[in-house]
């Protein structure tokens, strides 16, 4: 079983609760700023920082008449600190608070999945060196290639979940910024080293130029990046799900005592959760689409992006979050069927050699048009008559005039095949 998690949970940080308060952080972190550059008094940002609360329903109460969420919350707040309130949210707009608290969030959301991602990727690595060896057949189009190893169909996932873990880190860092610039971002009545203290304790980056908002470039970049994470996650569910198939079975998600399949079938042994994660995924990829939409706002700002915003980043960092530990979970509990694989591979009476045997020929001397066309023809045998590919080339006068038994023979040899995997895995110092 894979151990719970210790970071907090997704959910969680896309709160109510938490974003108020993570809006009240930079609202502190603002008025102590001020404080230590002597624009207001250091016993009002103390006074502020002691008494500073909020309760969601009085916001609630407060934005049905005002129709204006900041400002509801920050009548709240000044009820619960008094005369000093006056001090709050001096210079700012709404977008500095809220633009900066939401990079938070998004930068506590990569954090998580990052953290998920590490945790499969480690399940990936492990569960392909104890298949690195297992020998399976390749398919290209869906039909038998040539054979491969189980291992390195696992180490190839981990590979593209360690690409997916830098372009998260870089999402990460695109969108851990923080803008207290004003009204449209010329810092108008606010001293731009408020927003060097403030971003500094936050640990953000003060966007270099902002207008109302930070711009949702950042944001899309993040979102499209949860969206290719979201589909390395259904392509190697979808693999499963074929492997799954009655008439491959060569892996299937763990089915665990009392599960039940079907309504109606008994023996039904379905990938439900590879389902869910490709289902789920398609909703991570539309809302790149809507990120992708709110980079284009009206002038210095317009509020087309927030209404699409408080849908597509809790919803898409809660569903990868969700998505990965899922995967993670059906990899590290995955069946697989060794003896399963080898049949399969035997499947096509060795015409998955045919390859390495129509080099064997053009090794002899012979020209390439003319060996593909003496392998491809006792091939298609197998295909079309269901005939003995290797009986059929060891019967070919024109094969048996360049090879011997011996070397027909070495051709059928799955082994020579894997040769380099010890090699590849090397690269993953595996």
Not at 22 to 32: G, K, Q, R, S
Not at 79 to 108: F, P, R, W
Request: net charge negative; charged share 30%.
């Amino acid at each position: 079983m894979i151990e719970r998690y210790t970071l907090p949970e997704m959910g969680a940080i896309w709160s109510l609760q938490n974003e108020w308060q993570t809006i009240l952080n930079v609202e502190l972190a603002a008025c102590d700023a001020m404080a230590e550059l002597g624009e207001i008094p250091v016993e009002a940002a103390k006074n502020i920082r002691n008494k500073a609360a909020f309760n969601i329903d009085r916001i609630k109460e407060i934005e049905s008449v005002t129709h204006h969420d900041i400002i509801a919350f920050l009548t709240n707040v000044a009820e619960n600190v008094g005369e000093d309130s006056k001090y709050v949210h001096k210079g700012l707009t709404s977008s500095d608070v809220k633009d900066t608290a939401i990079c938070l969030m998004m930068k506590q959301s990569a954090d998580i999945i990052i953290d998920d991602l590490n945790k499969f990727r480690d399940v990936l690595r492990r569960r392909a060196v104890e298949f690195k060896h297992t020998p399976c057949i390749g398919r290209t189009h869906g039909i038998h290639a040539e054979p491969m190893t189980f291992g390195l169909k696992l180490l190839l996932w981990s590979d593209e979940i360690e690409r997916d873990i830098e372009r998260v880190e870089h999402a990460k860092k695109i969108v851990s910024v923080g803008k207290l610039s004003g009204a449209v971002g010329t810092y108008s009545n606010i001293d731009p080293k408020i927003e060097e203290l403030v971003c500094k304790k936050l640990e953000l980056t003060p966007a270099r130029l902002a207008t109302q908002v930070i711009q949702r470039d950042r944001h899309a970049e993040y979102m499209t990046t949860l969206a290719i994470v979201a589909s390395t996650l259904e392509k190697i569910a979808t693999e499963i799900r074929n492997l799954q198939r009655t008439d491959i079975r060569e892996a299937e998600e763990y089915f665990s005592p009392g599960q039940k399949g079907s309504s109606a079938m008994p023996h039904k042994r379905n990938p439900i959760n590879c389902e869910r994660v490709a289902g789920m995924a398609r909703l991570v990829r539309g809302n790149a689409i809507a990120a992708m939409e709110d980079i284009t706002l009206w002038h210095e700002r317009d509020i087309s992006h927030s209404s699409v915003e408080r849908v597509i980043l809790p919803d898409s960092t809660i569903n990868v979050d969700y998505c990965t530990r899922k995967i993670t979970n059906i990899v590290d509990k995955l069946l697989v069927y060794p003896e399963a694989m080898l049949h399969n591979m035997n499947r096509t009476g060795g015409s998955i050699y045919s390859q390495r045997l129509m080099l064997e020929v053009v090794g002899k001397g012979v020209l390439r048009e003319e060996a593909y066309k003496w392998v491809q023809r006792n091939a298609m045998k197998r295909w079309m008559e269901g005939q003995d590919f290797k009986t059929n080339v060891e019967n070919d006068p024109d094969i048996t005039k360049y090879l011997t038994k011996e070397e027909i023979d070495d051709c059928f040899d799955y082994k020579f095949f894997l040769r380099h995997v010890d090699m590849i895995f090397e690269r993953f110092g595996l």
